[in-house]
T-cell receptor
Framework: AQSVTQLDSQVPVFEEAPVELRCNYS??????LFWYVQYPNQGLQLLLK??????LVESINGFEAEFNKSQTSFHLRKPSVHISDTAEYFC???????????FGTGTRLTVIP | KAGVTQTPRYLIKTRGQQVTLSCSPI?????VSWYQQTPGQGLQFLFE???????NKGNFPGRFSGRQFSNSRSEMNVSTLELGDSALYLC??????????????FGPGTRLLVL
């Protein structure tokens, strides 16, 4: 069975400060890893994903996440956040050969001016 | 290209009633997945339909069912509604290639309130 843990339910951070949103997973099979973002009153959007290859993946808006197999983690980082990054962030895993996403409980990132 | 659409956007029902939610995927997509989002349980996978067949299933009771039509539109039905079924129901579409690596595109959701 797969499970995803996001230990921080809320993360307040000042504008232009760095941020790390933590994600750990457990799975008995190989998985793909995703970060989705949900802006206020909007649907979920894919931020980035790890399928294979380089363990560091980047998004177009400055976020990056690193897959650490030994620690079963996929933490999301950004060196300098903007007000517009205020949103809820969900880490998810998908079984290889299946279209089923298992989500963490989400981390609400609030960027303070 | 139009995105994923869900209707209705809001619903109010009473306990014991049944409800049907609709999802139209992105044109050309053949896979539709359904998720339930609640403050307590977060986002949970309900089931996935591909080519009119249920291909994957989450851990929900039989009161939750779905179907997919030949045009890939999907409906989700919940019978004998309970208060705990109050949630945001999201559907997501993808082309359907098996492998779990595809980006799923989410609709805006249907917010269901059970009184």
């Amino acid at each position: 069975a797969q499970s995803v843990t996001q230990l921080d339910s809320q993360v307040p951070v000042f504008e232009e400060a760095p941020v790390e949103l933590r994600c750990n997973y457990s799975s008995s099979v190989s998985v793909y890893l995703f970060w989705y973002v949900q802006y206020p009153n909007q649907g979920l959007q894919l931020l980035l994903k790890y399928l294979s290859g380089s363990t560091l993946v980047e998004s177009i808006n400055g976020f990056e996440a690193e897959f650490n197999k030994s620690q079963t983690s996929f933490h999301l980082r950004k060196p300098s956040v903007h007000i517009s990054d205020t949103a809820e962030y969900f880490c998810a895993v998908s079984e290889i050969e299946a279209n089923n996403l298992f989500f963490g409980t989400g981390t609400r990132l609030t960027v303070i001016p | 290209k139009a995105g994923v659409t869900q209707t209705p956007r809001y619903l109010i029902k009473t306990r014991g009633q049944q409800v049907t939610l609709s999802c139209s995927p992105i044109s050309g997509h053949r896979s539709v997945s359904w998720y339930q989002q609640t403050p307590g349980q977060g986002l949970q996978f309900l089931f996935e339909y591909f080519s009119e067949t249920q291909r994957n299933k989450g851990n929900f009771p039989g009161r939750f069912s779905g179907r997919q039509f030949s045009n890939s539109r999907s409906e989700m039905n919940v019978s004998t509604l309970e208060l705990g079924d109050s949630a945001l129901y999201l559907c997501a579409s993808s082309s359907g290639l098996a492998g779990g690596f595809e980006t799923q595109y989410f609709g805006p959701g249907t917010r269901l309130l059970v009184l």
